[in-house]
């Protein structure tokens, strides 16, 4: 079973990408991917991201089981607006958790813009996926601590698990944080396999963040003597607890 524990539908109004449905389903059909988690592109107004979510869930109902939405509005919306679509996102169209991209929407993760975050995706009963890596300082992967330590009800996902030059600060802060795990796109495979060693390999995701990253992502996990359960977990069992996704 693999899971796609990080990949967009939509346009990126931040980075100006845009990501099509062809893309997705091509790259996982290509790949042999099972389910993705799909997330729209940074969005910063209302009415576009309910857009983008409405297109994520109908993808999803189109393929039921392969699909599944995270919701990514904008935290500078009023704080009801923001709650009642990431509601709308958990509740009605069956998301399975929230994206906090700090520098994309210009958010600081433990201010109180940020902390609306988590403490909505708490009540939601969804973890939380938060972009680490460039953007510094704001996503700085020790930034998570001492929220993770305010909500350790809650998972936090470490996307980019921190990029190469925060490596070491991202298993400082799983270690730390037993509540928090890393996806690693974008990641040296070495780095990956300390990763495993240092924490276990039920506590990292695949991701792709982008389709044609899929084959790149992969072979690094499939190419660093992983043992077979470790690639289970990796590829695929560690995003299914997170998400609680029921797989077949």
């Known amino acids: 079973m693999i899971i796609d524990a ?3 539908l939509g346009y990126d109004y931040v980075y100006e990408e845009d990501f099509s449905v062809k893309d997705i389903l091509g790259d996982m059909e290509k790949n042999k991917v099972d389910v993705s988690i799909v997330q729209p ?13 409405n297109a994520i869930a109908a993808l999803s109902e189109d393929m ?17 607006v923001y709650r009642n679509e990431l509601k709308r996102c958990i509740k009605d169209l069956g998301f399975v958790g929230v994206k906090l991209n700090p520098p994309a929407h210009a958010v600081i993760p ?3 813009t940020g902390r609306r975050v988590f403490e909505a995706a708490l009540d939601l009963c969804v973890p939380v996926m938060v972009h680490t890596g460039s953007g510094i300082p704001w996503s700085l992967p020790s930034a998570l601590i001492p929220i993770a330590m305010d909500f350790p009800d809650l998972n936090i996902i470490l996307a980019h698990s921190g990029s190469s030059i925060f490596a ?25 396999h300390r990763f495993c060693r240092a924490l276990g390999a039920d506590r990292i995701m695949f991701g792709s963040d982008h389709g044609d990253n899929v084959a790149t992502e992969l072979m690094k996990f499939r190419s660093i003597c992983l043992s077979d359960k470790e690639l289970e977990w990796c590829l695929g069992k560690t995003a299914a607890k997170v ?3 029921s797989v077949s």
């Open 41 to 53: 592109g940074t969005v910063l107004d209302l009415k576009t991201v309910i857009t983008q979510h």
């Open 6 to 8: 990080h990949t967009h």
């Open 243 to 245: 998400f609680k996704i």
């Open 110 to 112: 433990n201010q109180s």
């Open 168 to 192: 070491s600060e991202s298993v400082l802060a799983a270690k730390t944080c037993p509540n928090i795990y890393l996806e690693t796109s974008w990641m040296p495979g070495f780095a990956i």
């Open 64 to 80: 039921p089981g392969k699909i599944f939405g995270m919701a990514n509005p904008n935290p500078h919306l009023p704080r009801n």
